[in-house]
C-alpha cells in the first residue's frame, strides 16, 4: 500500500523560510505527478505548486518566485522551499501525488495527512 508522509511545516515570521518535504513509499512503479496543496482556514483547497513527470512546474500565481518545488522521481520524494512567507501562506499543507503504479495496482490520488504551517505578521 502506497502512503504519502510529509515533514516539515511550522511556524515562521513573515519573511522567514520554511521547507516541506513529502516521501511516497511502497512498491511504487511510477508516479505521472507530485505537488502540493493548501487549505488556509475558511477558503478552498488550492494548487500551491506541482511537478509532472514531463519536466514542467506549475505554480499558483500567489507563490511564483518565493516557492520553489523539487522531485526526486528515483526516491519519490517532493520537496516545497518557500521563502519570503506571508501571513497569507497560513494554512495546512497537503502532499499529492497522481497515477501512481504499482505492482497489479493504479491509484489515481494519494494524499498526505497535512502538515500546519503558521506565517506570523
Known amino acids: 500500500q502506497v502512503k504519502l508522509e510529509e515533514s516539515g511545516g511550522g511556524t515562521a515570521q513573515t519573511g522567514g523560510s520554511l521547507r516541506l518535504s513529502c516521501i511516497a513509499s511502497g512498491r511504487i512503479l511510477s508516479i505521472t505527478d507530485m505537488g502540493w496543496y493548501r487549505q488556509a482556514p475558511g477558503k478552498e483547497l488550492e494548487l500551491v505548486a506541482s511537478?509532472?513527470?514531463?519536466?514542467?512546474?506549475n505554480y499558483a500565481e500567489s507563490v511564483k518566485g518565493r516557492f520553489t518545488i523539487s522531485r526526486d522521481t528515483a526516491r519519490n520524494t517532493v520537496d516545497l522551499q518557500m521563502n519570503g512567507l506571508k501571513p497569507e501562506d497560513t494554512a495546512v499543507y497537503y502532499c499529492?501525488?497522481?497515477?501512481?503504479?504499482?505492482?497489479?495496482?493504479?491509484?489515481?490520488?494519494?494524499w498526505g495527512q497535512g502538515t500546519q504551517v503558521f506565517v506570523s505578521s
Open positions: 511537478t509532472p513527470n514531463s519536466g514542467e512546474v
Open positions: 499529492r501525488a497522481h497515477g501512481v503504479r504499482t505492482l497489479g495496482q493504479w491509484q489515481n490520488v494519494l
